[in-house]
């Protein structure tokens, strides 16, 4: 298969909407994960909307959330936190979309997160706990930034109050946003 017509497949592969690993996208089309990696660099030079994800590759079609709401919270809360955190706003109909830090020496971290049921929540902390690595906010003294889409501005105010009830709810001007 040419690389054009890989690529064509990778798309239509990625346009189911569930992420799809590097691996699978390898055995599926009979070459290395180097060379799906080396195609994914290929779609996004393109201008391919294409994430990486803790659960592999997604194709982000932002008219898929037309007409939704999004919310960046500030939090700060500890790592065995961290599972109630996001299950709080998966829980109230939020889908966190990302998480980021601001970082002293580095600028702003982000990654891709696309959690929007419990079960990528459930997904997401065994990965953190078998991966041995740590969450990003482990950077910044547990601050962190989440952007969370909804379906309204209603759902978003619930997921706040509810984050501030819990006392994950932050602000960058009241703790230390940069630590050493």
Avoid: W
């Avoid at 950077?139 to 379906?151: E, F, I, K, P, R």
Wanted: a negative charge; proline letters at 3%.
């Amino acid at each position: 298969m040419k690389g054009a017509d890989r690529r064509r497949e990778i798309a239509a592969l990625l346009r189911s909407k569930q992420p799809i690993t590097g691996a699978e996208l390898a055995k599926r089309l009979g070459v290395s994960r180097q060379v799906i990696v080396q195609d994914v660099a290929l779609m996004r030079a393109e201008e391919k909307n294409i994430l990486s994800t803790s659960r592999g590759y997604l194709l982000y079609d932002p008219t898929d959330y037309a007409g939704s709401c999004r919310r960046v919270f500030y939090v700060q809360h500890t790592t065995e936190q961290l599972r109630d955190e996001l299950l709080t706003i998966v829980e109230l109909g939020g889908y966190v979309l990302d998480v980021s830090v601001e970082h002293a020496l580095y600028g702003e971290i982000r990654a891709d997160l696309l959690l929007g049921t419990t079960q990528d929540v459930e997904d997401f902390c065994v990965r953190l706990h078998t991966c041995g690595g740590a969450p990003l906010k482990v950077l910044t003294n547990d601050c962190h930034y989440h952007t969370v889409q909804a379906s309204s501005e209603r759902l978003l105010d619930l997921i706040e109050g509810e984050l501030d009830k819990k006392g994950y709810l932050s602000s960058p001007n009241e703790s230390e946003k940069n630590p050493e």
